[in-house]
DNA sequence: TGCCTCGTACGATACTCACCGTACTACGAG
DNA sequence: CTCGTAGTACGGTGAGTATCGTACGAGGCA
């Protein structure tokens, strides 16, 4: 079997509906970023029982759907598992250098906390 | 006389206790970005009353709030106006990049809209 | 067919937040 | 001292949201 992508379909804005206050209130969650950090990093798609977030899974819903809504990932559907990857073309047509500064910032801040 | 500074004192976050989240939070709502815009744009401190938002003094003094304790702006009382700058060596000292990228987003996407 | 896993849907709860109006304080000007 | 202006404090309201638990649906596997 060839692990085909399931009928079911997500709603996703296009392109050019997504805003930048939403993307930014999407990112102002600290659960939100680990996920789009990590996305980052394993710059591939993953699903969404790959991340080990402390909370249900009906609050992960949540959360990915909130990065979806707001453009920041997107979602696809492969048997059982959801796939999440990030919209880094989108987002860097429309906000460039954003993703990658908001990126930085959060390593950074990481690394500050960390360090004492 | 001297407009020397009231005694009146406001609570600032210091530096190091300025968050990602928090600033991102704050940068999420369409009346505090456009007074970040206007604050970058200025290059230098504005009163509170030189902003002519949608929204009455209360709401104002509220999202003024939010920017400063967020580590976003400071504010200095100057006689019976309270002076707001954007904390631009704070910012780019934490997070290089992320004001100046942000602030390009936002002007991006207005002109995106303006244009049609 | 039946089971297990991944994820959804829904209802409930508690909290935050954007907003308002009113009453108030601080300061400068006359 | 009195008045006007800038901004605060406080209480309230309605909307959003982060969280949970439970019940459910979809798909792979035995």
Redesign the interface.
């Known amino acids: 079997m060839t692990t085909a992508t399931s009928s079911r379909e997500l709603a996703h804005p296009a392109r050019?509906e997504i805003?930048?206050?939403?993307v930014?209130?999407a990112?102002?969650?600290?659960m939100r970023?680990q996920v789009v950090r990590e996305l980052a990093e394993a710059e591939g798609e993953l699903s969404c029982s790959y991340f080990d977030l402390p909370v249900t899974k009906s609050t992960t819903t949540h959360h990915f759907r909130v990065l979806r809504e707001s453009g920041v990932i997107q979602q696809v559907y492969r048997g059982t598992a959801k796939m999440n990857g990030l919209r880094r073309d989108d987002l860097a047509a429309?906000?460039?250098?954003?993703l990658?500064?908001?990126l930085?910032?959060?390593a950074?801040?990481e690394r500050?906390l960390a360090d004492g």
Request: hydrophobic letters at 40%; a negative charge; zero cysteines.
């Open positions: 050019e805003r930048l206050e939403s930014l209130h990112l102002s969650d600290p970023m429309l906000f460039p250098g954003l990658d500064s908001v930085d910032a959060a950074r801040q500050r």
